[in-house]
C-alpha cells in the first residue's frame, strides 16, 4: 500500500502554527517574569510573534512611544531586544516582522530611538543586519519568502547607508535638499548613494506570491520611501541640469556614469513600482525622475564628447576683419573663410551671437 503524502497546508502547517503560539506564550511568561522593562519587552514580542499578519499596531505605537520618552537606556534596551530576537529566530515572519519594526522606528521613531538603532554595535559596515544567511527551510513558499526577506535585508543595509551620505533619515527627520552649494563630486556622491537606494528597491518590488499580508505591509514602507526617494533625486538631477552650462568635459564625465546608471534604474522602477501600495503621488514623481534622468543623461554625453572646433587665441588685428582663430578672414556679415577650408568646401556660419556651424556641426567662438 503506497503512503500517502500529507499536504502541506493543512496538518503540516497547523502544527507549526501551534508550536509558535506556544513559543510566544512562553516567551511572553519569561518577559514578564525577568525582565526589568517588562511591559517594553512584552510589546516587543506580541509586536513581531508567529503569527503570520502584519505587526499589531497597537504594539507597535507602544514601541515608538517607549522610543520617544527621554530615556536613552530604555531606548537602549528596546533595540537590544529587538536585533536580538531578530538574530535568533529562523522562523521568516517573526525576521520580517523584525524587519518592519526596524524600519519603522528609524522612519518615525525620536532622535534617541533613531541614534541607538542606527549605531548599534551589532555588525555595521554594508552587512548591518547580518541576515544574508537567513533561510526559513519549512517548505518551498517558507523559502521563497526568506528570499526577499534578505532583500529587505539589504535594502534597510543600503537605506542606513544612503542616509549617512545623506546626513538625515527618511521620514519627517529629512529636511529639504540642500544641493545648490554642494561641490560637484559631493553631488555626485549623493547621486551615487541614491541610486545604489533604488537599485535595492527594486529588489524588494519583485513579484512574488501573492496574499502574503506580511510582505505586503513590508513593501508598503519600502515604497513609502521611494516617494522621498525620487523627490531627493528630482532635487539633485535639477541641480545638475542648472550646473550643465558650466560643465567643462572633464567634468561631466564625473557625473555621466552615475546619471546613466540612474536612468536606467529608474526605467526598471518604474516597470515593478506597484501603485495601489505606493501611491498616485509617487508614480508621477517616478514618471518625473525618469524623464529629467533621461535628459540629464543625454546632456551630460553632449558635454563630455563636445571637443572645440575653433581655437581660442589673442591676435592684434581687429576683431571686425578676423575670427578669434587665425585661419578664418571674415568674407561676410555672418560668415569667415581661410584658403585651406574654402578648398575642402567647409564654411563657418554665424546662427546665434556666440553660435557658429562649423562644417555642419555646432561650436564656440
Excluded at 69 to 90: G, I, N, Q, Y
Excluded at 149 to 178: H, K, N
Amino acid at each position: 500500500m503506497s503512503q500517502v503524502r500529507i499536504p502541506e497546508g493543512t496538518t503540516e502547517m497547523k502544527l507549526r502554527r501551534l508550536v509558535g503560539i506556544l513559543k510566544d506564550k512562553a516567551a511572553v511568561s519569561r518577559a514578564v517574569a525577568n525582565s526589568q522593562f517588562a511591559s517594553l519587552h512584552v510589546a516587543i514580542l506580541r509586536a513581531t510573534s508567529h503569527e503570520e499578519a502584519p505587526p499589531n499596531e497597537k504594539h507597535v505605537a507602544a514601541i515608538l512611544a517607549a522610543g520617544g520618552c527621554s530615556s536613552r537606556l530604555r531606548a537602549s534596551r528596546c533595540v537590544a531586544e529587538l536585533m536580538e530576537r531578530l538574530t535568533k529566530t529562523r522562523n521568516w515572519a517573526v525576521a520580517l516582522k523584525c524587519l518592519i519594526l526596524v524600519h519603522r522606528i528609524l522612519r518615525e521613531g525620536s532622535f534617541i530611538f533613531q541614534d541607538q538603532l542606527s549605531l548599534y554595535p551589532f555588525r555595521g559596515g554594508r552587512n548591518y543586519l547580518n541576515l544574508s544567511n537567513f533561510r526559513d527551510p519549512s517548505s518551498a513558499v517558507t523559502w521563497e519568502v526568506s528570499n526577499w526577506i534578505r532583500s529587505y535585508a539589504t535594502y534597510m543595509d543600503q537605506w542606513l547607508s544612503t542616509c549617512r551620505v545623506l546626513g538625515a533619515f527618511f521620514g519627517r527627520s529629512l529636511e529639504p535638499c540642500m544641493a545648490t552649494g554642494l561641490p560637484n563630486a559631493e553631488l555626485a556622491t549623493e547621486l551615487a548613494a541614491l541610486r545604489d537606494l533604488l537599485a535595492a528597491a527594486c529588489e524588494c518590488c519583485q513579484p512574488l506570491a501573492p496574499g502574503n499580508s506580511v510582505v505586503l505591509g513590508a513593501l508598503g514602507v519600502v515604497l513609502a520611501d521611494t516617494w522621498e526617494l525620487q523627490e531627493e533625486v528630482l532635487h539633485r538631477l535639477e541641480e545638475v541640469r542648472e550646473r550643465m552650462v558650466g560643465l567643462s568635459p572633464g567634468e561631466a564625465v564625473e557625473f555621466l556614469p552615475v546619471v546613466e546608471a540612474l536612468a536606467a534604474q529608474e526605467d526598471i522602477f518604474g516597470g515593478l513600482l506597484r501603485v495601489d501600495l505606493a501611491g498616485i503621488g509617487c508614480l508621477q514623481a517616478t514618471v518625473r525622475a525618469k524623464g529629467l534622468s533621461a535628459k540629464v543623461r543625454d546632456s551630460l554625453r553632449a558635454v563630455s564628447e563636445f571637443k572645440p572646433l575653433v581655437t581660442r587665441i589673442k591676435l592684434g588685428w581687429s576683431r571686425d576683419n578676423f575670427s578669434q582663430s587665425a585661419r578664418f578672414v571674415r568674407d561676410s556679415a555672418n560668415g569667415f573663410h581661410s584658403g585651406s577650408a574654402r578648398s575642402q568646401g567647409v564654411i563657418l556660419e554665424r546662427v546665434a551671437s556666440d553660435h557658429w556651424i562649423y562644417d555642419g556641426n555646432e561650436s564656440l567662438i
